[in-house]
């Protein structure tokens, strides 16, 4: 009797009310986007000094970089730009992309810890994209590919300076 009423409020109720048995159907719609701010918040964290050494390149007037400050808002503005194409994109998380970021994450370790800026700028940019492929799946991480990769314009290249 009391499995017969309580089938009949459950299915009375919204689906996204129903509590989940572990391992049927998938995570909440919102966890990828939670561990995604997460990641992000985790990300901008250990980018600190990378960001800070970033701010003075751009500033310093031998370094030939004014046009640093302009490349994150063209890159924001194309990922605008394709909001809805993004949105409809999102897919289930991927392994694979969470896997991606093992290396970079060791090239952010390794750049920080060598003083290598320039190589945990590549990482950050690098892990920026494997974030989104990791918690959204390959579909959207292609839609976002071209507006990370443009970021790689704010990478100072002033050891060319030796070579020219």
């Known amino acids: 009797m009391i499995a017969r009423v309580r ?5 009375q109720m919204p689906e996204d009310c129903i509590p989940r048995a572990r391992g049927t159907r998938g995570a909440p719609r919102w966890l990828p986007l939670a561990v995604f701010g ?17 701010r003075y390149i751009l ?3 031998t370094e ?3 046009h ?35 290396p970079l994450l060791a090239l952010l370790w ?29 579909r959207l991480a292609r839609l976002v590919f071209f507006p990370v990769v443009f970021l790689v314009f704010t990478v100072p ?3 060319l300076d030796v070579i020219t």
Do not use: H, K
């Open 68 to 102: 640093g400050w302009l490349v994150p808002l063209f890159s924001l503005y194309l990922v605008w730009r394709q909001r809805r194409q993004l949105v409809a994109a999102a897919g289930p998380p991927s392994l694979a992309g969470a896997l991606l970021c093992l």
């Open 110 to 138: 390794l750049g920080e810890r060598g003083d290598q800026p320039r190589a945990s700028q590549i990482a950050v940019y690098g892990l920026l994209w494997t974030i989104t492929y990791a918690c959204f799946g390959r």
């Open 38 to 54: 997460l990641a992000l918040v985790l990300l901008g964290r250990l980018a600190l000094p990378m960001l800070g050494w970033l």
């Open 7 to 11: 089938r009949g409020i459950m299915s």
């Open 64 to 66: 030939d970089m004014g």
């Open 59 to 61: 500033n310093e007037p």
């Open 157 to 159: 290249l002033g050891f």
